[in-house]
């Protein structure tokens, strides 16, 4: 990668205080060689337009807490940072709808919808650190999808820049909106490929009176999963349900043996009746110990599945299939749990080859699901693909009419797109 010689036009574009220190966007090894901090969705339309026209790769970057996660850029000469764009553009309590820029945290938008009571239900990995922005373009599940709406299902709306400079916006702010193309959706987990988000409107949900953790040690994961199923099929107030190998309860500050870590929501009656059901169910399965857990427990497994240091893996498969997923990780070396509404495996290793990874998403796939690569080293990440078998043409089709010049992330999303 090299740097381009027409970064002189976009040296003037935007105010001189926009500037960064590029040494603090360094990417896979690479600085790029401008980096500036736009303030407004016309900062982004002119420095784009600007940088389309000349040649210049553009990387958008918020929080940084997704940056090992797709291909390594094939070009980067430009950090985008979004994090100026932090503001809330509207709020209406009574319709349960926010509309905020894409480089406000969810930390701060949490802190602001919770003044009223509601919060946006979204835990992604790594932390509330991640911003707007990231947390659609990565578009990372947490524990509570399957039992709560994801991201994108989430969205009412998005207001986005394309590479040629152009605003977009697709949806609305209210719940009802109807017209439009569902471009947000395009956007979701398309690491920018296709257009810098500025602006996201969200529905809300009212926060939880209180929540209440319980941690169920049992002897194999076969029977954490029958606990865990049955405890699933009593229609609980739960906002996660997860399956947990020793190595990952030990994570989580649990003894080290197979566990169940459920979550639940309610006022005090509602929790105590969980209680109940939890202990009865560990009682009829036989299994060890039923006990309230730590918050931490969570935070920790939360914190683990964003790494950026080692390997993490994301493997989907059959709900009744997550206990082998997470045994078969475990059996490569992995510390691995399973968030059994959503199917989603998640394995962590401090480094692994092509060839065990290659092995785990040819598992995947045999049971219906597939394998995606969140976090790895670029050398992992060149030799193989991050996101397995894709619709190359269709993206290609979409790169081309969105992104012709490849200004955006170019090569991040896939390998030639």
């Not at 919770?114 to 835990?123: I, K, N, S, T, V």
């Not at 990372?140 to 299902?153: K, T």
């Not at 006990?291 to 498969?317: F, H």
């Not at 089709?397 to 991040?412: I, V």
Request: a negative charge.
């Amino acid at each position: 990668m090299t740097t381009t010689p027409s970064l002189a036009a976009i040296s003037g574009v935007l105010p001189a205080e926009r500037a960064r220190d590029v040494a603090a966007y360094a990417l896979d090894g690479v600085t790029p060689g401008y980096a500036l901090r736009p303030e407004s969705t016309d900062e982004v339309s002119r420095l784009l337009a600007a940088a389309d026209a000349a040649g210049i790769a553009v990387a958008p970057l918020g929080a940084c807490t997704a940056t090992r996660m797709g291909r390594p850029l094939a070009a980067y000469d430009l950090a985008l940072d979004t994090t100026g764009l932090d503001r809330v553009v509207a709020y209406e309590p009574a319709d349960l709808t926010v509309t905020v820029g894409a480089g406000m945290s969810l930390a701060r938008l949490q802190q602001v919808l919770g003044e009223h009571g509601q919060y946006l239900p979204a835990d992604p990995p790594p932390d509330d650190s991640v911003t707007i922005g990231g947390l659609l373009a990565s578009a990372r599940p947490g524990a509570w999808r399957g039992h709560l709406p994801a991201a994108r299902d989430l969205v009412l709306g998005v207001t986005s820049v394309g590479a040629s400079g152009i605003v977009t916006h697709s949806g609305g702010r209210v719940v009802k909106n109807v017209s439009g193309y569902d471009l947000h959706r395009m956007h979701t987990g398309a690491l920018g490929a296709f257009g810098v988000i500025v602006e996201a409107t969200f529905k809300l949900a009212p926060a939880p009176a209180q929540t209440r953790s319980f941690a169920i040690a049992c002897a194999t994961l076969e029977q954490a999963a029958e606990v865990a199923f049955r405890l699933w099929d009593q229609s609980l107030p739960l906002r996660a349900v997860s399956l947990l190998s020793p190595a990952a309860a030990n994570l989580a500050g649990l003894p080290a043996t197979p566990h169940v870590l459920l979550e639940c929501m309610g006022g005090e009656v509602v929790l105590a009746r969980c209680a109940e059901a939890v202990h009865r169910e560990a009682v009829l399965t036989r299994a060890t110990a039923a006990d309230v857990a730590p918050a931490e427990a969570w935070t920790a497994l939360r914190r683990r599945a964003g790494d950026l240091d080692g390997v993490v893996l994301r493997i989907g498969v059959p709900s009744s299939r997550v206990a082998a997923a997470v045994d078969e990780a475990e059996r490569v070396g992995c510390t691995a749990w399973g968030h059994l509404a959503a199917g989603s495996v998640l394995a962590h290793a401090p480094a692994l080859d092509a060839t065990t990874v290659a092995a785990l998403r040819t598992y995947a796939e045999a049971v219906g699901g597939f394998l995606q690569i969140d976090s790895a080293s670029p050398a992992l990440r060149l030799a193989i693909d991050p996101f397995g078998a894709a619709d190359t043409d269709l993206v290609s089709a979409l790169k081309h009419e969105f992104d012709p010049r490849g200004t955006l992330s170019r090569g991040r999303w896939q390998e030639g797109v």
